[in-house]
């Protein structure tokens, strides 16, 4: 049985750093990806970073050089820890797994159920 978690959401004020954590079971996959999402309400849900089972790393330009993914493999955790926070950064936080190494995109195969981040002065 396959599990995604997130964890780590929390109200933090603008310029805050955070870190989510994802813990993930049963997969089934040689090849993977995975990856954070977010999606603010009335928003498309958008790519931040992922990371492929090679160590490749992908971040979308509207976080790069503020936020960082990584992976524990020994533990099966997934980590984001997001600096400079801005307002418009409130969001539902979602970790995902793709059974492959296209991880630039929006198609992922399991998700979790999100956790909640929300950013004010």
């Known amino acids: 049985q396959r599990h995604v978690v997130e964890s780590g959401g929390d109200s933090v004020q603008i310029g805050d750093s955070l870190r989510l954590s994802c813990a993930y079971s049963g997969n089934p996959f040689n090849n993977y990806c995975l990856a954070w999402f977010r999606q603010a309400p009335g928003k498309e849900r958008e790519r931040l970073a992922a990371i492929d089972d090679d160590g490749e790393i992908y971040y979308s330009s509207s976080v790069k050089g503020r936020f960082a993914i990584s992976r524990d493999n020994a533990k099966n955790t997934l980590n984001l820890l997001m600096n400079s926070l801005g307002a418009e950064e409130t969001a539902t936080y979602y970790c995902?797994?793709?059974?492959?190494?296209?991880?630039?995109?929006?198609?992922?195969?399991?998700w979790g159920q999100g956790t909640q981040v929300t950013v004010s002065s």
């Open positions: 995902a797994l793709r059974g492959d190494r296209l991880c630039i995109t929006k198609a992922y195969n399991y």
